[in-house]
């Protein structure tokens, strides 16, 4: 049963192109499970080498894998070996210092009583997670967005009258704001077609609605 119960996902989230720690909760029961086995076949004297060549097969196979879950590598290398091709959150990660400098760029061009009063709204947690992770490198302050957890964070700025948008649309932006300055074009050095290749980062003025309606 707990076989199929791993099984099962695993073809329903192969299907449905789910990430690769969807899975991540049913590891604990299966090491378990196999470690109970395999203690098992040791101790009735049938598999003995096996107390020996299974740590050693452990630790090989390990360290060959590392680069793929472990962002031990440049990131050069990481595209020349193809990782990037098939590890998603590795591909989307390239390129943040770059698009986090551009973001400062915009943000230090700006006054210090108006960056007081300027708040930064991503399109994606990505582009947040980026931004809250570099910020204090460049001066930045944190980011807000209305996807996934950040939606219940709410606005970190909710005095803000100049909003610092990334990854949004100018023609949805004049739908809210009466001043709408496109800045920037995101673009990483290496030319990785991510989420974040090509998206623009625009500065508004004179919102529509209050705070809360926006």
């Known amino acids: 049963m707990i076989g199929w119960l791993y099984i099962i996902p695993l073809i329903i989230f ?40 299974f740590p050693a097969v452990l630790l090989i196979t390990s360290v060959i894998t590392s680069p793929v879950w472990l962002p031990i590598l440049s990131i050069e290398k990481i595209i020349k070996l193809g990782i990037a091709d098939f590890r998603y959150d590795y591909r989307e990660m390239i390129g943040w210092p770059e698009m986090v400098s551009q973001v400062s760029k915009v943000y230090n061009g700006l006054s210090p009583d108006e960056q007081i009063t300027t708040m930064i709204i991503t399109g994606n947690y990505g582009e947040a997670g980026a931004i809250n992770h570099y910020r204090k490198a460049y001066g930045l302050p944190e980011a807000s967005s209305g996807i996934s957890s950040y939606y219940y964070w709410g606005p970190v700025n909710p005095g803000a009258t100049i909003f610092l948008f990334v990854g949004y649309s100018e023609d949805y932006l004049t739908e809210y704001f009466s001043d709408v300055q496109l800045m920037e074009i995101i673009s990483n050095p290496y030319g990785i077609n991510n989420e974040e290749q090509g998206q623009l980062i625009i500065l508004c003025r004179r919102p529509d609605l209050s705070m809360s309606e926006l």
Not at 14 to 27: D, N, T, W
């Open 14 to 53: 192969l299907f449905m192109k789910g990430k690769s720690y969807y899975l991540a909760p049913a590891y604990p029961v299966l090491f378990a499970g196999g470690s109970v086995m395999i203690k098992s076949l040791i101790d009735g004297k049938r598999w003995t080498r096996l107390k020996f060549a």
